[in-house]
């Protein structure tokens, strides 16, 4: 058993593509590995800044001799057919085939191909340069004498077999088994023989730590020596961590100071420039718990005065930094938002849909009307509308795209604006993923609904909806952000007359119509409170001052179609968000197909339930019962529809058996007693009902059969059967529930 050893060392590697290169590193040589017929005990890889390591241990010295069996036609076949046997076998005469007989098939032709064994050294000589000329990278270079694309110059490769180099050469680079270490600490050169010799001298003399798992424990370790030494918290910061662990081969954690003055800047601002431009961690003050001075740093270098000139340096870049976050704040801090927000208007939002501008003001109308539908104040849901998006034409945002919202919320503090609209200015593009907060309080809310849904509805108008895997303006985001916001803050209204009103104004155009206007506000509202095809909607048409408009004819021809199609795909982003917390889909199908089926809040109590009364004893057997009932019904539908205006004869049931007479009395009781738990939206206690039809369903099946010979009694148990079918039906769709 052998242990193969390979590097593939080269200038930097990007930080962000080092790990995803070892996976695949490693994928591709135990695949090619496998194909060749060698086994191993175990294989792993390690990348850094500057190499990719494979290891591979207890591999074999040699693939397996392979004797494969060929079957060929039967003696006496076509020639042609005899030919390509001799084509596809490798063999020159048929007198090379032998000739095996069959009780049933009669005589026929077999080649046995035999195939030696090959050396692991050959297979690896072979396998690796292909690997490395195959290989992927999201972004890679070539050298201008050479055709070898790498993500950077390779400098060299070792590859050891047993303490052996395996030659070959890719590009122009030859294997050997000599390898680099630390630029500065111990560049070497290494003559290695096995992975624990490559690991001894590297991490040595070397100066290079190999593997990422050790590099980030040793920067962990770093941090949290130089913050609890200054009393200081670390802000945790998991992405910029993967990415100083594949800046440094030999980490070191230096602790540094900034200029206190800059304190004044939002520490936003200051930790997304430590972070974006200088890689630098930042702390807080362990007792105030306030931003501290400081800056942390990884090196790639142990600095004989402990680091104090690294700090040093890094403290004035950091500064000039700052300063110009300085004066990006004081600039935008002199322009008030309202002129900041003017300049939208020259900013393409999508063309079928107007300016950014154009967005801000449907957003703002759209708010307003939200605004007592989620308990906030219209006046402040519009303001805050109208400012919301003013941040994306300042000096700061356009250093720092990261801080949109954030630095409106600053500079409408800076302004005197209350503190709800500043709030609703920062919040309002929340939540930007299935983990990220979600607004509660009313303003930010209604203002964060208005933008998510103005975007819904806009490109579902224009028909521009994702696609498979594409979702170039994040539209399953945005439903999903809709979702949430709904759910989490209990928010009521219907959302299929809400999408009505909303698709509607985009199909007339975003510069059609001021909906700011009186008249068309009521319009608005009308359809989303009452639709756009009720008497208030027409009404509200027919009311508008100068008489009907030239779009007018829109509202009367409108297709709900488009609404409806949306609502499916909030319906869809539901089912992900319920799933994820461990609904099952066929609840959610179940309790999807009610009348409610625009509130998302109600398909939720619905789903939870649902869920709850399922998993009782009484759940589980009558859910048996109706599925038995169901299919006694389907069957029936099968030979021809039940006839219409099904109603059950009490008077044949009392001639009945004693289960069938207590059947309709429960189901009797529980439809009266459904009205109030139901009109309560008190799904629960409307489960507790239908549980008391569980044992005169179980009592009816085991004593009563429906298909009698009187075609009438027949019938009146069909008639039973659809009536407890319904029963169930106005609580949730038993018939989607799977197993």
């Known amino acids: 058993m052998a242990e193969l050893l390979i590097e593939l060392f080269s200038e930097e590697i990007p930080a962000r593509m080092q790990a995803k290169a070892e996976a695949d590193l490693l994928a591709a040589l135990t695949q090619r590995l496998k194909e060749a017929g060698l086994g191993w005990t175990q294989a792993f890889a390690v990348s850094g800044p500057r190499r990719l390591t494979a290891v591979v241990e207890g591999l074999d010295a040699r693939s397996a001799d392979v004797r494969e069996e060929k079957k060929g036609p039967k003696v006496g076949a076509p020639e042609q057919a005899v030919a390509g046997f001799l084509r596809g076998a490798g063999l020159k005469d048929i007198s ?124 962990l370790e770093g941090i949290n020596k130089v913050c609890a030494g200054a009393g200081l918290d670390w802000i945790e910061d998991k992405g910029l961590l993967e990415e100083v662990v594949g800046l440094a081969e030999w980490p070191v954690v230096v602790l540094g100071q900034m200029d206190p003055g800059f304190l004044d800047l939002p520490p936003e601002v200051i930790t997304l420039s430590m972070r974006t431009h200088q890689k630098y961690f930042a702390a807080n003050d362990a007792k105030s718990g306030k931003l501290a001075p400081v800056f942390i740093v990884v090196a790639n270098i142990s600095a004989s005065d402990g680091g104090v000139k690294i700090a040093e340096g890094n403290a004035r870049v950091l500064s000039a930094r700052l300063s110009d976050a300085r004066f990006f704040w004081e600039k935008d801090k002199a322009t008030p938002l309202e002129e900041m927000a003017a300049k939208l208007k020259t900013i393409a939002f999508k063309e079928e849909l107007g300016s950014l501008g154009d967005k801000v003001e449907r957003v703002a109308a759209l708010a307003r009307e939200l605004a007592p539908k989620v308990g906030a104040d219209p006046d402040l849901a519009e303001r805050a509308a109208r400012l919301a998006k003013a941040d994306l034409v300042s000096e700061m945002v356009g250093e720092f795209p990261e801080l949109q919202g954030v630095m409106g919320r600053y500079y409408a503090l800076a302004a005197g604006e209350d503190a709800r609209i500043a709030d609703a200015i920062r919040d309002h593009y929340k939540p930007q993923g299935p983990n990220d907060s979600v607004p509660t309080d009313p303003v930010s809310i209604a203002v964060a609904l208005a933008d998510k849904l103005d975007t819904l509805t806009g490109f579902w108008a224009i028909d521009e909806k994702p696609t498979g895997s594409k979702d170039p303006f994040a539209l399953r985001r945005a439903a999903l952000g809709v979702v949430r916001l709904i759910l989490e803050n209990k928010i009521r209204f219907s959302l299929d007359r809400f999408n009505d009103a909303q698709v509607l104004k985009h199909q007339i155009g975003p510069q059609a119509v001021d909906w700011s206007a009186p008249s068309l506000s009521a319009l608005s509202r009308a359809i989303m409170n009452e639709g756009v095809f009720s008497d208030a909607a027409q009404g509200a048409l027919a009311a508008i001052e100068g008489g009907l408009p030239d779009w007018a004819h829109r509202v009367s021809a409108h297709d709900p179609s488009v609404s409806d199609d949306l609502l499916d795909f909030l319906h869809e982003r539901l089912k992900v968000y319920l799933r994820d917390r461990g609904a099952r889909h066929d ?5 999807l197909g009610m009348p409610d089926r625009c509130d998302l809040v109600l398909i939720v109590k619905r789903v939870e339930a649902l869920a709850a009364f399922l998993a009782t004893e009484d759940g589980a057997t009558l859910l048996a019962g109706y599925r038995r009932a169901a299919n006694i019904l389907k069957a029936e539908e099968k030979k021809g529809a039940l006839p219409e205006g099904l109603a059950v004869d009490a008077k044949l049931i009392s001639k009945g058996p004693a289960e069938e007479q207590a059947l309709f009395a429960a189901l009797s009781r529980a439809e009266a007693a459904l009205e109030a738990p139901l009109r309560a939206e008190d799904f629960a206690g409307a489960m507790r009902v239908l549980a008391g039809l569980r044992a005169p369903v179980d009592a009816f099946f085991e004593a009563v059969m429906v298909n009698d010979a009187d075609p009438a009694v027949r019938a009146n148990r069909l008639a039973l059967l659809v009536a407890v079918r319904g029963a169930l039906h106005k609580v949730a769709d038993f018939s989607k529930i799977e197993g």
């Open 96 to 219: 090379e085939a032998e000739i095996v007989s069959d009780p049933k098939k009669g005589d026929f032709y077999v080649a046995y191909i035999s195939t030696p064994g090959r050396d692991a050294k050959d297979i690896i000589a072979e396998a690796v340069p292909e690997i490395v000329r195959n290989f992927h990278w999201p972004k890679s270079m070539r050298t201008a004498d050479g055709d070898l694309r790498w993500v950077r110059p390779l400098q060299g490769i070792v590859c050891v077999l047993d303490g052996a180099v395996v030659p070959f050469d890719v590009g122009g680079v030859a294997s050997g088994n000599v390898t680099e270490g630390h630029r500065v600490h111990g560049r070497g050169p290494y003559t290695v023989n096995a992975w624990k010799d490559y690991k001894a001298q590297l991490e040595g003399k070397g100066h290079v730590i190999l593997s990422r798992d050790d590099r980030r424990n040793m920067i």
């Open 587 to 591: 609840w959610i199908d179940a309790c």
